[in-house]
Each structure stands twice: as structure tokens, then as C-alpha cells.
């Protein structure tokens, strides 16, 4: 469920309310091994599976989804996410699930499908939420089709858990105090795990996200459609209130979720 992975109140509020709605995309990006279809998966099983028709079109299917239609893509048979997501639009479902939109047949048709009553959620390859937007446009998918179908763009990271069996507290030496010092990292104790045999040694159990939600508000949308520069359109969507995925990361070492390496390991900030 999307309540497991990790995300914040405020952010998990949003991407329920993005998820619940009528038409329009909801896009997921990170790199490969990220969690994006795990997200994908979760945010579908918010809806009312027994009274919507919802189809996927995946490479590969990654797991079953109790009441939803998964088509996989197979090109040796002709089978592309284009042309399953032409004759998916033909059946009329409420909800389609994109796995990648990976070239500009497919953003096509995927815009078109959000355009005209159907939610489409999918997945990019991009550093951050803001980096999907001059992704679509090399897409070929004009500024005005962006601002009109994008609801939101979700990125995410996965980080290793600190072992719930052998946490501890630890004062940051020197080379850390001077690493946190430029960051929003203000706790003078911080925690890792020491390793036991719940860990196999590691120090770390599990994996949990952290993430970074641009919501389309009108004043993004309006950036988007004259091309506003990546620094413009960052800086609107946080006055209105994004958090980059850095200061999620922080949160969730301040609050001993996570280590300081793993958070550097997946985010340049």
C-alpha cells in the first residue's frame, strides 16, 4: 500500500489525492532499481478495482494485480507499449498503467488517453521531478499537452533501513560534522547500526523511499508552457511547496530511518 513506502504525511495525502483522480497522468521517475512500478502498483490498488476498468501494459509484468487486466509487451510478436496502448484505449478502461514511457509513440498516445477521461499513470528515467518535464518535450510532446495532461510527477530513491535489532546512537567525528554542516542536518547525535545477526552484519534491514513531489499548480503549468528555464521551474514548485529529494533524505536521517552514506549514496545534494 502507498502508506508502507515511506513517504511523508504531506506527500502521501497528495499522491493519494493524484492517484484518485478522474483524468490526467500521474508520472513516476527515478533511475532502474528504484521502485517506481512497486509505487505504480500501490497507487492503482487505491482504486475501486471491483467498479473500474484498469489496464496495464508492462516489460515485464513485474507481479499479478488482484482485478486488473496486465498485458505485457512483446516485440518479437509486434506487441510494443505503443501499440497494446492503442488497443488498450479501444477497450475504454478507467485507468491505465504505463510502465515506461520510453519514446514518443507512446508519450503520444499516453497524453492523447489523459486528454480525453482516462487516468494514465507511467514511469520516466529522470533525476529528479523537475527533469521530467524537458523529458516529455524531447518526447515530443508540446509545452501546452504538458501543462494540460501532468497532475504530478513523483521522483524517488530507495535507501537502506538502519536494523531495527542493533541501532545505535553515535556522535558525528569531524569529517562528518564538516559534511552536514551545509545541510539541513541539525541533530547533534545521529544513529546507524552496529551490525548483528538480524542484519547478517550489515547495520541495515530493509529499504524504504524518499521522495520528491512537483504538484502541476497553475503557476507551474503556466512556467511550463513558455519554457521557463529548470532553475525557474524548480524555484516556483518550491514556494509552492516541494521538498527536494535531498531534504526528504536528511528528514529521515535526522529522524533515524537512515544513515548519512546512504542518503550521499543516492542523492547528489
Known sequence: ALGELGMG????????????RPHGMLLVTGPTGSGKTTTLYAALQRRDTA???IITVEDPVEYQLPGITQVPVHRQAGVTF?????????????????GEMRDAETAEIAVQAAMTGHLVVSTLHTNDAIGAIPRLLDLGVPEYLVA???????????????CDGCREEY????????LLARRPVRR???WRGAGCSQCRGTGYRGRVGIYELLVMT????????????????RAIAEQAGMRGLH????????????????????VQS
Open 9 to 20: 504525511a504531506e506527500v502521501l495525502a497528495q499522491v493519494e489525492r493524484l492517484a484518485g
Open 51 to 53: 467498479a473500474e476498468k
Open 82 to 98: 505503443g501499440s497494446a496502448l492503442r488497443s488498450i484505449l479501444r477497450q475504454d478502461p478507467d485507468v491505465v498503467m504505463v
Open 148 to 162: 494540460a495532461t501532468v497532475e504530478g510527477v513523483l521522483a524517488q530513491r530507495l535507501v537502506r533501513r538502519i
Open 171 to 178: 556522535r558525528p567525528g569531524a569529517e562528518q560534522v564538516a
Open 188 to 190: 547533534v547525535t545521529l
Open 218 to 233: 497553475d503557476e507551474v503549468k503556466d512556467a511550463v508552457v513558455r519554457r521557463a528555464p529548470r532553475s525557474e521551474l
Open 247 to 266: 531534504v526528504d533524505g536528511w528528514a529521515k536521517v535526522e529522524s533515524g530511518i537512515t544513515t548519512v552514506e546512504e542518503v550521499l549514496r543516492v
